[in-house]
């Protein structure tokens, strides 16, 4: 490892490389290879891909290095992370994501940027006006591959990687394998070595995984409930747009600032002020969908919550994986009724994950509570018995109404009593009778 690399994880405090920044280094200083490596999520994939890319680049000789992020936001994540770490190599970043003005990247690209961070439709549509040149990368690195190399975005990556020299090295990084990854050479067209070190890793913190019994009905009360918590601020996942909305215009209604949305309805510049926004802790809650949120690095980030639970044991994994990172603890709180929680058990049978109850009582989120406090609790808020005085009736006070007497539960009410109309239009001395 370079000295710039040990000077830069003194700095940040960490003792040393992760499992996967110390199996994927080496192979990628060689290149030759193509590569596969799965780690867990928080494990430290961006450093590991990036340090054996800096150590490689020759600054001036034009683009280098390519790597392909799923979404705006991971592109910009991990163009953020290199700049960090590439101070003393001289070298610059560009990122090429949608939604960013194109005609000035094209402007920026004459600048022959030594490393590219973008999105495969961007890439892929630059490549084809003929204002990228790749002709020199050395290296292409597919980021979160498990999700790239699926549905309309494979033949995407496969165009990208067919435009590359035949010799360049092609990395795959993901936290959860799937098929393809084994089927390369059939897809890509060169096979990949596989190298597993999830197994090995211990970077991840200690992550309470909760189960809330609440009605679909209750949840944004309880999530409002959740906000008043010291501290607290989650990641709240949805399966569709359409439910996502539908709670952000709750909050929005009820006239709470705390609560934002990362989605791709948004254009660039909102959904870089509400990530950023939550990152500094002003926002508490950013609601969100699987594909916004991908990747994403919130340090410290205290909790997630599964609002809609996912019908995948990939995708609770990669959401879950956006808290307790890098050693830190963290929470995952899951929403649903008896039988929603049920089945996510058994969706979770194969995996490592202790799921147990968890409930908000007196302003505290706690694993359990005493029969007696819940029977104190009631008792507390049980409605108050009112016994209303007897009116003694008086001409004067039968004139102006009647009154009648009703139980209801433990309470007396007094109501009066409906007046008959049309009796007393016909017979106007019923009163005084």
């Known amino acids: 490892m370079l000295e710039e690399f040990v000077k830069r994880f003194e700095k940040l405090g960490y003792d040393g490389q992760t499992e996967i920044q110390k199996a994927v280094y080496q192979p990628m200083i060689d290149g030759g290879?193509?590569?596969?490596?799965?780690?867990?999520?928080?494990?430290?994939?961006?450093?590991?891909?990036?340090?054996?890319?800096?150590?490689?680049?020759?600054?001036?000789?034009?683009?280098?290095?390519?790597?392909?992020?799923?979404?705006?936001?991971?592109?910009?994540?991990?163009?953020?992370?290199?700049?960090?770490?590439?101070g003393p190599f001289n070298v610059k970043i560009l990122p090429l994501i949608g939604g960013a003005n194109v005609k000035r990247q094209h402007e920026q690209l004459k600048k022959r940027p030594e490393i590219i961070v973008g999105t495969p439709g961007r890439i892929l549509s630059l490549l084809s006006d003929r204002k990228l040149k790749v002709n020199n990368v050395e290296t292409v690195v597919v980021d979160e591959a498990d999700d790239l190399l699926q549905d309309d975005s494979l033949e995407k990556v496969r165009q990208i990687v067919a435009a590359v020299p035949r010799d360049a090295q092609v990395a795959y990084f993901s936290a959860t394998d799937s098929e393809i990854l084994y089927k390369?050479?059939?897809?890509?067209?060169?096979?990949?070595?596989?190298?597993?070190?999830?197994?090995?890793?211990?970077?991840?913190g200690k992550v309470q995984h909760g189960q809330f019994q609440v009605s679909r009905g209750k949840r944004n009360d309880v999530l409002n409930r959740l906000t008043k918590l010291t501290n607290f601020k989650a990641l709240v996942f949805f399966n569709q747009q359409t439910e996502l909305n539908r709670a952000f215009n709750y909050f929005k209604h009820q006239g709470y600032a705390q609560v934002e949305k990362l989605s791709g309805e948004e254009n660039k510049m909102a959904r870089?002020?509400?990530?950023?926004?939550?990152?500094?802790?002003?926002?508490?809650l950013l609601l969100t969908t699987d594909v916004a949120a991908r990747g994403l690095d919130i340090p410290k980030l205290p909790a997630v919550?599964?609002?809609?639970?996912?019908?995948?044991?990939?995708?609770?994994?990669?959401?879950?994986?956006?808290?307790?990172?890098?050693?830190e603890p963290g929470l995952v709180i899951n929403f649903g009724d008896d039988h929603d929680l049920r089945d996510l058990k058994k969706l979770l049978r194969d995996e490592e994950y202790d799921l147990q109850p968890i409930y908000y009582f007196r302003g505290k989120l706690v694993d359990h509570v005493e029969e007696e406090e819940i029977e104190k609790l009631k008792a507390e808020n049980a409605p108050k018995k009112k016994v209303l005085p007897e009116v003694k009736g008086t001409k004067a006070s039968a004139k102006k109404t009647?009154?009648?007497?009703?139980?209801?539960?433990?309470?007396?009410?007094?109501?009066?009593?409906?007046?008959?109309?049309?009796?007393?239009?016909?017979?106007?001395?019923?009163h005084k009778k």
């Open 184 to 204: 390369l050479e059939d897809v890509m067209g060169k096979p990949a070595r596989i190298i597993d070190v999830r197994d090995l890793d211990k970077s991840r």
């Open 402 to 430: 009647r009154y009648r007497k009703i139980e209801v539960a433990e309470n007396v009410v007094q109501k009066p009593r409906k007046k008959n109309r049309k009796r007393n239009q016909k017979n106007k001395g019923y």
């Open 33 to 86: 290879e193509d590569i596969v490596g799965l780690s867990p999520t928080g494990s430290g994939k961006t450093v590991a891909f990036l340090m054996p890319i800096l150590a490689n680049i020759m600054a001036g000789q034009g683009t280098q290095a390519l790597i392909v992020e799923p979404s705006q936001e991971l592109a910009m994540q991990v163009t953020n992370i290199i700049r960090d770490w590439a």
């Open 305 to 327: 919550i599964n609002y809609d639970l996912p019908k995948e044991a990939n995708t609770y994994i990669h959401r879950v994986g956006r808290t307790g990172r890098m050693g």
């Open 272 to 284: 870089e002020r509400a990530l950023r926004n939550f990152r500094k802790g002003q926002t508490k």
